[in-house]
């Protein structure tokens, strides 16, 4: 019976991660797509009853009335999160590779 429990709970985990790539890979899309709209509201309304309506489903489908599971879904939407901040993220440089430019007064 644990067994089972663990890879429930796993895969409440990934299902979490899933749900959170499409909310906040939503999220990115709509904000490239809503900045040069001419409709910029109708985008970023539309996107925010679509992501969460999909989120709050996943959740309420996965959690099935167990903590663990809606924990462990929480968890994956979190890791889903930091994931798509770091691969949609801006690009850093090393301060040793920037240009020669000064940038304080002399």
Known sequence: ????????????AV?????GMIFFGGLWWTVNKGMTSRYAAFWFTG??????????????????NNWQMMLA??????????????????????PASSSTEVHHAP
Do not use: D, K, W
Not at 85 to 94: A, C, E, N, S
């Open 1 to 12: 019976m644990n067994e089972t429990l663990l890879l429930l709970t796993l895969l409440a």
């Open 15 to 19: 299902a979490g991660v899933l749900i």
């Open 47 to 64: 996107s925010l009853i679509l992501r969460v309506g999909v989120a709050l489903a996943g959740f309420y489908c996965i959690g099935h």
């Open 73 to 94: 879904c929480l968890l994956g939407f979190v890791i889903a999160r930091v994931v798509v901040m770091r691969l949609t993220g801006p690009r850093l440089q090393h």
